[in-house]
């Protein structure tokens, strides 16, 4: 299989089943923004290959199956309405995220104000894959209800949260900095 193809050199590109649709459809825009906050996840996971932490192994584990299922929630984007999506978020997949953030948010210094994306490398990538997550989130709502497994929005809404507590995580485990929002500037 060949990388290019130069179908989408007049701006289409296609969906799963291959319906062709502009390349600024929601659609598109919802599972390309799914796939930039894999990669920055995957940046993140990168800065910790020269770390030496106990719990690393099993961290990277739990975020290499969030970037397994993230890469099935953009295809579940990328799947017209009329047609079958081989692959569905459950309310399973949720409910891991929320069992995770629970486990974490127990050993993390409870918030008091909000706090500035900083510490560590792989903490402050994973506050930008937040902001990515929160952006598909954005754009799959703007698709309509309709259009998709609700289940979508509920996800990426909670995968926001999780990677927000990933972060802090991180920070409190490689002892990065978490810097305090100031009320006066």
């Given at each position: 299989m060949r990388i290019y193809t130069r179908k989408g050199d007049k701006g289409?590109?296609?969906l799963i089943y291959g319906q062709r649709v502009p390349k600024d459809d929601l659609r598109v825009e919802a599972?390309?923004?799914?796939?930039e906050a894999n990669s920055m996840i995957g940046l993140a996971l990168s800065f910790l290959d020269q770390e030496d932490w106990s719990e690393k192994d099993a961290f990277l584990e739990k975020m290499h199956r969030i970037q397994t299922?993230?890469?099935h929630v953009g295809a579940e984007l990328a799947t017209p309405e009329d047609k079958e999506v081989t692959w569905k978020l459950k309310k399973e997949h949720i409910q891991e995220l929320e069992d995770?953030?629970?486990e974490w948010d127990k050993t993390l210094e409870p918030l008091r104000n909000f706090i500035l994306p900083s510490g560590h490398s792989a903490s402050s990538a994973l506050?930008?894959?937040r902001t990515v997550a929160r952006r598909a989130e954005r754009t799959a709502v703007g698709m309509g209800d309709e259009a998709l497994n609700p289940l979508v929005v509920s996800?990426?809404?909670?995968l926001s949260d999780f990677l927000f507590v990933a972060a802090r995580y991180v920070n409190q485990s490689l002892d990065g900095k978490e810097i305090p929002l100031k009320a006066d500037i």
């Open positions: 289409t590109t296609s599972y390309g923004t799914c796939d299922i993230l890469f995770q953030i629970d506050h930008t894959a996800y990426l809404n909670r």
